[in-house]
């Protein structure tokens, strides 16, 4: 079964930053996009950076300029280096992948940014 891990939230100061990580593990190939997305409380679910199985990246508005995703097919892990942080990215981040038409995803790991 398909398992994915996020690490490395934690708590900064706006204008800092923080890089998650998101390891896959189990039966995996093919996969045809993954990305990021983020919730925070009260607020819709919103898509943060993703990547189609050809390399192309998107990124919301909001984030452009300041998020990288990034990943390691070898190792089957997926980054997102967030830089110049503030407030409104305070969120629970999700690493996903889109493999043969479902959805996988994460626990979540907290990023909270403070003003």
């Known amino acids: 079964q398909v398992q994915l891990v996020e690490s490395g939230g934690g708590s900064v100061q706006a204008g800092g930053s923080l890089r998650l990580s998101c390891v896959a593990s189990?039966?995996?190939?093919?996969?045809?996009?993954m990305g990021w997305y983020r919730q925070a409380p009260g607020k819709q679910r919103e898509l943060v950076a993703q990547?189609?199985?050809?390399?192309?990246?998107n990124y919301a508005d909001s984030v452009k300029g300041r998020f990288t995703i990034s990943g390691d097919n070898a190792k089957n892990t997926m980054s997102l280096q967030m830089n110049n942080l503030n407030a409104e990215d305070t969120a629970v981040y999700y690493c996903?992948?889109?493999?043969?038409?479902?959805?996988?995803w994460g626990q979540g790991t907290q990023v909270t940014v403070s003003s």
């Open positions: 996903y992948i889109i493999l043969r038409f479902r959805h996988y």
């Open positions: 189990g039966s995996i190939s093919s996969i045809n996009a």
């Open positions: 990547m189609g199985s050809g390399g192309t990246t």
